[in-house]
Nanobody, 126 residues
Framework: QVQLVESGGGLVQAGGSLRLSCTASGRTFSNYVLGWFRQAPGKEREFVAAITRSGGSTTYADSVKGRFTISRDNAKITVYLQMNSLKPEDTAVYYC???????????????????WGQGTQVTVSS
């Protein structure tokens, strides 16, 4: 059974930084996309960033470009999200997602991902 476990959320002041981590386990993956989505209260879950295993191609939502950086460790099947210059509007539950369906490209849609983590809360105070 595939599991995604996130860590690193918390409370931070505006302008601060946090680093999220997510590790996948339970299966061997030849290729995949690991990504981050977030969901604020009363809003739909939205794409934040994703990265491919092969080549490390990255895609970001416009709202986080220049502030967030996604990276991965293939050996550990782990993805990281370094979040800098955080804003109150970044407050949300952040979810890790894994895409294993062909084609293995970044798709900024929740429907494109096969597995999800439980989420980690990020709260940015003003």
């Amino acid at each position: 059974q595939v599991q995604l476990v996130e860590s690193g959320g918390g409370l931070v002041q505006a302008g601060g930084s946090l680093r999220l981590s997510c590790t996948a386990s339970g299966r061997t993956f030849s290729n995949y996309v690991l990504g981050w989505f977030r969901q604020a209260p009363g809003k739909e879950r939205e794409f934040v960033a994703a990265i491919t295993r092969s080549g490390g191609s990255t895609t970001y939502a416009d709202s986080v470009k220049g502030r967030f950086t996604i990276s991965r460790d293939n050996a550990k099947i782990t993805v990281y999200l370094q979040m800098n210059s955080l804003k109150p509007e970044d407050t949300a539950v952040y979810y890790c997602a894994l895409r294993t369906k062909f084609p293995i490209v970044v798709v900024p849609s929740t429907r494109a991902y096969d597995y999800w983590g439980q989420g980690t809360q990020v709260t940015v105070s003003s």
